[in-house]
């Protein structure tokens, strides 16, 4: 792999009532500097969108570093298929959110299981919690991710436009 042709993002997170929002530019996005692949944010607007054109490989990763240890998080991807996207009937996008030593996967078929809201967007996945701060190296960084490396399928038409970080509710 070239690494030259991946994205680096610039780790920015943005404060909101009780978390965190994370756009496109502070994410790491494999094959993001080939625009064959992906249309990544140009501007200087932290709320810009990045665009999956076609990929076989999809590895998006991030973190956050202002969150507090020992409290419990939400984190939920935002994203949106374009009416032209391809490749995700058959297929699910893992998402992952890691702290210390705890990790949590969660698999998901956009085009099956995800609720949609009135404009068109997914607010995915549910339950994607962790506590920060439970041992470990970088105990105090919440990493989070979305995948789709084992199909080999290509794939296409996916936007994603933050990841929402909030303190998790005690019920």
Not at 16 to 31: D, R, T, V
Not at 40 to 52: D, M, R, T, V
Not at 54 to 71: I, P, R
Not at 121 to 145: A, W
């Amino acid at each position: 792999m070239d690494s030259n042709s991946h994205y680096e993002g610039n780790h920015v997170s943005h404060e909101i009532e009780n978390g965190f929002e994370i756009y496109p530019s502070a994410l790491n996005i494999i094959w993001g500097k080939d625009a064959r692949y992906w249309k990544l944010p140009q501007g200087k607007e932290p709320g810009e969108a990045a665009e999956l054109v076609q990929v076989s490989w999809l590895e998006v990763t991030g973190y956050c570093d202002k969150v507090e240890a020992n409290v419990t998080y939400d984190v939920k991807f935002q994203l949106k298929l374009t009416p032209d996207a391809f490749g995700w009937n058959d297929i699910p996008i893992y998402f992952m959110v890691k702290s210390g030593s705890g990790s949590l996967w969660k698999k998901l078929n956009l085009t099956k299981d995800a609720p949609t809201n009135s404009d068109g967007t997914y607010v995915v996945p549910n339950n994607l919690t962790v506590t920060v701060g439970k041992g470990g190296n970088d105990e105090n960084k919440l990493y989070f991710g979305l995948y789709e490396v084992w199909s080999g399928k290509w794939k296409g038409g996916l936007v994603i436009q933050k990841v929402i970080i909030t303190k998790s509710v005690e019920d």
